[in-house]
């Protein structure tokens, strides 16, 4: 077999297949104008599998502190995943319906304040390889979105025009916005979608494994 070069064995491992959804959040930061205020530093966190825009942290400032708040937004407006045992696969690992955080190498994202946080919140963090971005394919692809229709289109004069703006498209991208990937539904649709899939499939198998039971314990 021919041997595999560095770049294939960088890629492979974060090459994930993505089944469920919570389980593998992008974070990243993007920069946006605000007039007279300057740049303003929009810190996102996606779900990779729902393609959701999961919470978000915007300041006029790019401190390590906002990609923290960017990430505790995330989990205040999704309290299930901070519930121990709503995974039924959880086998007493309190970590099993948490999602992994992946980031890029930025400053904020490596500093061990970020590390610590997440360490403190259960959470899996993992950093992409060096000069490839495209580990980090799904937000910097949200990130493009985000610019060319919630943001280019506008020319904010103060960095509470651009706030309200992208509160709003917030509100637009996940309950509004269908994407071709989801079947061309929204976030917010493919979700529910799925979590009734998911409770059917979790319903059928606690069924079967009941029937299971009663064969062995009539045998």
């Not at 995943?81 to 309190?94: A, E, H, Q, R, Y």
């Not at 899996?124 to 280019?152: D, M, R």
């Not at 637009?172 to 499939?201: A, C």
Request: net charge neutral; proline share 3%; with cysteine.
């Amino acid at each position: 077999m021919p041997s595999r070069k560095k770049r294939e064995i960088i890629r492979s491992k974060y090459n994930k297949n993505i089944k469920n959804a919570n389980e593998l959040w992008e974070a990243d930061l993007t920069y946006i104008h605000c007039g007279i205020d300057g740049w303003g530093y929009l810190f996102n966190v996606f779900d990779v599998f729902t393609r959701e825009w999961m919470g978000y942290c915007f300041d006029l400032y790019a401190v390590k502190e906002n990609a923290i708040i960017s990430i505790e937004n995330a989990l205040v407006s999704h309290r299930e995943i901070l519930v121990p045992g709503n995974n039924s696969n959880s086998n007493n690992n309190s970590n099993s319906n948490k999602p992994t955080i992946r980031t890029d190498n930025g400053s904020q994202y490596t500093s061990n304040a970020f590390r610590k946080s997440m360490s403190i919140l259960g959470l899996t963090l993992e950093h992409i390889a060096c000069n490839t971005p495209e580990q980090n394919g799904h937000i910097e692809s949200f990130h493009k979105t985000l610019k060319k229709e919630y943001v280019w289109p506008y020319d904010f004069n103060t960095y509470q025009e651009a706030e309200i703006a992208i509160r709003d498209a917030f509100i637009d991208y996940n309950r509004d916005r269908i994407h071709s990937s989801l079947g061309y539904l929204t976030p917010y649709e493919f979700v529910s979608k799925w979590k009734q899939e998911y409770h059917r499939m979790e319903t059928a198998a606690d069924v079967i494994s009941g029937q299971q039971t009663k064969v062995i314990n009539i045998g």
